[in-house]
Structure formats: structure tokens, C-alpha cells
């Protein structure tokens, strides 16, 4: 009986190599600092103070009001607390409305009963450890129910003029976008804007780079064609209008 060859080790000479996938276009890792100056001058140019839009008249109230916004747009947020901070808007008064009439007022807001829970809470511990105050301090802010470190940049930032960068959704896709800060992870995002944003910019970059991506870096298509910085954003393909 012949002896079965071996299958060959080498590729046959005429079998055709697979077609390489052409290169993704991308823009530079991160933007050069002077277009990184230029992108914050023109914010600023445009809107010095920007603001956020969620309702609030003291740090407790923007506390309860960020801790409501996640997974809620801001216009339901602000429906469901003038009600709610009409009955109560310091965290005595909120322990003693209750979590059944808490959850009342907000529950047209998605996952309403465990925020419902956590506005209680929050506040108990804010009355047991803090005086009744919102404490200054991202640390301590984290410790409190419901409180992650977005929403305690926001009150960081929005309530005691730190230089903090929440990173949302919003801010997320227009850093990754842009390459002002490009990242896998929100923390990503944030730890790469605070290196690139210049100081000076720092405390309101969080607002222009949130309204920026709700309303004109949108999500499903962006409306470079109405960008302000369509000429210093290296995102392909533009859209036009
Ligand atoms: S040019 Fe387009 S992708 Fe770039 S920031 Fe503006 S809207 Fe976003």
C-alpha cells in the first residue's frame, strides 16, 4: 500500500491572500492644543455663562434633581420636582413627605422607585452626617445613595464652581468624536479632559461640550453642516444639511 503523504505545510502558491479591510479614516489621537484652544474660545465667544437645564435654587435641590435625571431627559425631570420642591425642597422636609409621596410625584421618570428610595435615603444620611447640607467634596458626595461620580461632578461643578467634567452620554460621544479626549470609558473621557481643556475653560467645558452634543453633535447624525467647529473636528463623514 502506498504511504499517505502529508498534508503540505505552506499555502499553495496560487491560493489568493485574503483582501485586506480597508483602514478605518481617523483623525489625529488627540487634538494639538492650539485647535483645543480654539474649539473652547469660541464656546466661550458664543455662550460665557452656559447653564445647565435642570431646575434647581440650592445644592440640594440640583442633588435630588441630577439624581433623578439618569435615564430621563431633563424637560420630565423638571415637570416632576416643581411639584416635588414645591412640598419639599430641604432634606427634612423631603424625610418627612415620605417615599410613598416622593414616588408619587416622579413617577412619570424611569426607574422611579428605587430613585424614589434613594432621595429618601440620601437625605437621611445628608441630615445624620452633614447637618442638612450638601457637602463640598466629590468624596463624600459619592458615599451618598444613588450618587456615582457623574452626578457629583455635576453638583461639583454646578453648585460649587469646581473645575469638574461630568462625562454623560452626550459628552462622551462628542469627546470620542472631536478627539478632544478620546476613550473606551467615561472616566476615560473625563481623566483625558482634564488634561486637554485649559484651565480657564475647565469649570464651564462640562456645559458647552453637553449642550453641544444635544443639540447639534447629536447621537444618530450630527449637524456638522451648523457646527461651530466643523473646520477644527477631524469626525468623516460631515453631514450635510
Ligand atoms: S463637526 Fe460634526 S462631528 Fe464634529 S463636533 Fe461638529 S457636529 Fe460633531
Not at 447653564?51 to 442633588?63: A, I, Q, V
Not at 462622551?172 to 478620546?182: D, I, K, M, Q, S
Not at 457646527?227 to 450635510?240: G, V
Amino acid at each position: 500500500m502506498a504511504a499517505r503523504q502529508s498534508s503540505p505545510t505552506k499555502p499553495s502558491p496560487d491560493k489568493k491572500p485574503s483582501p485586506r479591510k480597508p483602514a478605518r479614516k481617523r483623525g489625529p489621537a488627540r487634538l494639538p492644543a492650539p485647535t483645543v484652544e480654539e474649539i473652547f474660545r469660541r464656546f466661550e465667544a458664543r455662550d460665557p455663562e452656559p447653564k445647565g437645564e435642570l431646575e434647581h435654587t440650592d445644592p440640594y435641590t440640583l442633588l435630588v434633581a441630577v439624581v433623578l435625571s439618569a435615564q430621563a431627559t431633563d424637560v420630565g425631570v423638571n415637570k416632576a420636582t416643581r411639584k416635588l420642591f414645591a412640598e419639599a425642597s430641604t432634606p427634612e422636609a423631603m424625610v418627612a413627605l415620605g417615599e410613598d409621596r416622593v414616588r408619587g410625584h416622579i413617577k412619570t421618570i424611569g426607574l422611579y422607585r428605587n430613585k424614589a428610595k434613594n432621595v429618601i435615603a440620601l437625605s437621611e444620611k445628608l441630615i445624620a452626617e452633614h447637618g442638612g447640607a450638601v457637602p463640598p467634596s466629590r468624596a463624600a458626595l459619592e458615599l451618598l445613595p444613588g450618587v456615582g461620580r457623574k452626578t457629583a461632578n455635576v453638583v461639583m461643578n454646578t453648585a460649587f464652581g469646581e473645575p469638574t467634567i461630568a462625562v454623560d452620554t452626550h459628552l462622551f460621544r462628542v469627546g470620542n468624536r472631536t478627539r478632544l479626549a478620546p476613550g473606551k470609558t467615561p472616566l476615560e473621557v473625563e481623566l483625558g479632559l482634564e488634561k486637554t481643556v485649559p484651565l480657564r475653560y475647565r469649570r464651564h467645558a462640562h456645559h458647552w461640550l453637553i449642550l453641544h452634543g444635544r443639540y447639534v453633535c447629536k447621537a444618530r447624525r450630527p449637524e456638522c453642516f451648523r457646527c461651530l467647529i466643523a473646520d477644527l473636528c477631524p469626525f468623516e463623514p460631515k453631514t450635510i444639511a
